[in-house]
């Protein structure tokens, strides 16, 4: 038998575990790793990328747009310290990733040059599973508990492997470590759905509603058909969080659109107008636009019961998968043949929609960032991915943007961290090399991090079989980073650097455009899709257009509730004094 080291069998379980490529930033300390990789072939494959930061978004990035596990690379010390912003993504999104570090103690009394204490590094973020390897013949069943653990956890996990330990060689592996039967991280590991009584209590409040809203979040994906009917025996209107935007077809008439700050008045007048919200694998943050406390009877739909009440109670919580749960449902559902609520909320969308056109058709200086996106929505091709950053571009997407069912859309929805969009477009194209990506991307989060991924995908282009990657760059040299209607920096020395985002691109050899005139962003749109190799388009756009986040309904009654509440509160407070004075 072929001597294996440690490094060649970390090889053998990322096959096991179907991990087509990890990503990452080459080091002395992961270097036997890195060159075990290497001699595969590219089965799994080593994608560097040009910061440890970077590689742990593409990671994640990954894992949103497959549904399979991420896996990044680093070293010990500083460059496991980069790795961080990813997790975190991956942990507060609830996406699996596998970090595997690597760790050099080939010091005189054992110690580690850049030495950090990993174990406590990664303690938060990889909660579930952070663990040491020790010797070879444990580490095949150590990476096997990592990958289950980041499967059966949503989450993001750590091993750590000191370099001595990956040059080892390994003896003879035991039967029960030669294979692993993987289930798809994305999806349940069991067949999950609530008690029967909890259905019919859920099904008896859905068919008492009168005027039902239905929130629906990234949870939702594969339940598109069964929330649809849902909505259609209930006469309901659909809003979505940002994370669940690419689960329905947004060209539906009772869809209102993105809910919370970046959203559509018409979703805040769902929300307002409502007297039953159901909840479908949601866990959006933007709760001032929930329903006025105690005015919803609630029914909650989350493979994760940890999740369910902690944005809005729950008066029937389902713990269970959408699809399967929304059609347990169904069977039990009354539909409602008087359809008032479902005009209203149709009459709402079709006022939002001419206001957002009007918004997007108004002058500016040079040009309207909405115009930007709305002239992508009637050009975006009908298969592929969208990548979306941190900014103001968010707010643009949110609502000016309208994805063509199928297409996979995603964000860094709940850590909200800048710079993520590029490394996970380089995720999607490298996942799906025959598709079309665009990437959607503020100047203030190109020049974080974007400006160097562009080498990334420079030496990586000429292997896709399509090569259209489109990276859109918002350039408002708004140094606030978000614009949306704040007075310019007076001191030109506090302005964001004008940097030539197309310029750049084409000395890389990759394509580029640059618009600053409304009637030409339409054009602009079809060379950049029709390019011959990835294209960044930079379109110079007015940091003075207002962000303009919709008035959450009955906001002045919610202040007042507020009020209402501390002071009912003081003076329970009051009284429970009192009343221990008196007993002393």
């Not at 174990?119 to 663990?131: G, I, K, W």
């Not at 999950?192 to 008492?208: F, I, K, N, T, W």
């Amino acid at each position: 038998m072929v001597d294996r080291s440690v490094a060649d069998v970390v090889v053998e379980r990322l096959l096991a575990w179907r991990v087509p490529r990890a990503f990452g930033y080459p080091g002395e300390a992961i270097a036997p790793l890195v060159d075990a990789l290497d001699r595969t072939g590219g089965e799994p494959a080593f994608i560097p990328a040009r910061h440890e930061e970077t590689a742990s978004f593409m990671a994640t990035g990954h894992a949103k747009f497959t549904g399979g596990i991420g896996v990044c690379l680093a070293t010990q010390g500083p460059s496991a310290v980069q790795l961080l912003n990813g997790l975190y993504d991956a942990k507060l999104d609830s996406k699996p990733v596998v970090a595997i570090v690597g760790e050099d103690i080939s010091g005189p009394l054992g110690g580690a040059h850049q030495e950090i204490g990993l174990s406590r590094l990664f303690a938060d973020v990889c909660n579930q599973f952070v663990r040491y390897g020790r010797r070879p013949e444990e580490v095949g069943a150590l990476l096997d508990q990592a990958f289950r653990t980041a499967a059966a956890t949503r989450s993001p996990t750590c091993v750590v492997l000191p370099r001595q330990l990956q040059e080892a060689l390994v003896p003879d592996l035991q039967s029960y470590s030669a294979g692993v039967i993987t289930a798809t991280p994305g999806e349940p590991l069991a067949r999950v759905l609530p008690h029967e009584a909890d259905l019919d209590a859920a099904a008896q409040l859905l068919s008492g509603g009168q005027r039902t809203a239905i929130l629906v979040g990234q949870g939702g994906r594969d339940a598109a058909a069964e929330i649809i009917e849902m909505a259609d025996r209930l006469g309901a209107g659909v809003a979505t969080s940002l994370l669940g935007k690419p689960v329905l077809d947004e060209r539906l008439p009772f869809h209102t659109g993105v809910l919370g700050e970046v959203g559509t008045p018409a979703a805040a007048e769902l929300m307002g107008g409502c007297d039953t919200l159901l909840m479908v694998g949601t866990n959006d943050p933007w709760t001032d636009y929930f329903p006025m406390p105690e005015q919803a009877r609630t029914v909650q739909i989350d493979i994760d019961g940890r999740r369910i009440g902690t944005r809005y109670p729950a008066d029937v919580p389902l713990v269970g998968d959408a699809a399967e749960t929304l059609r347990a449902l169904l069977s039990r559902v009354r539909g409602r043949p008087e359809q008032q609520w479902r005009a209203t909320v149709e009459s709402s969308v079709d006022r939002w929609r001419e206001v957002a056109a009007e918004r997007a058709a108004a002058a500016a200086d040079p040009v309207n960032p909405q115009l930007v996106l709305q002239e992508l929505s009637a050009r975006l091709p009908g298969t592929g991915a969208v990548a979306v950053d941190v900014g103001s571009v968010l707010y643009w997407y949110a609502r000016h943007l309208t994805l063509p069912p199928g297409v996979n859309a995603q964000l860094c929805g709940t850590l909200g961290s800048m710079g993520c969009a590029l490394p996970y477009a380089v995720a999607a194209k490298l996942a799906a090399p025959d598709q079309p990506v665009v990437a959607l991307v503020g100047d203030g989060a190109m020049q974080l991090n974007g400006l160097a991924e562009l080498i990334t995908v420079s030496h990586l282009w000429q292997r896709w079989r399509d090569p259209r990657l489109v990276v859109l760059v918002l350039n408002n040299r708004d140094q606030n980073g978000m614009g949306g209607g704040r007075q310019p920096w007076s001191d030109p020395t506090h302005r964001r650097p004008d940097v030539p985002y197309a310029g750049w691109a084409r000395l890389l050899g990759l394509h580029g455009v640059r618009v600053d005139r409304p009637e030409l962003v339409g054009a602009a749109w079809d060379e950049a899709l029709a390019a011959d190799r990835p294209c960044v388009l930079e379109a110079v756009v007015d940091p003075a257009v207002s962000l303009a986040p919709p008035e959450p309904a009955f906001a002045d009654l919610r202040g007042l509730y507020a009020e209402g509440a501390a002071a009912r509160k003081v003076r329970e407070q009051v009284e429970v004094t009192v009343t221990a004075d008196d007993l002393v």
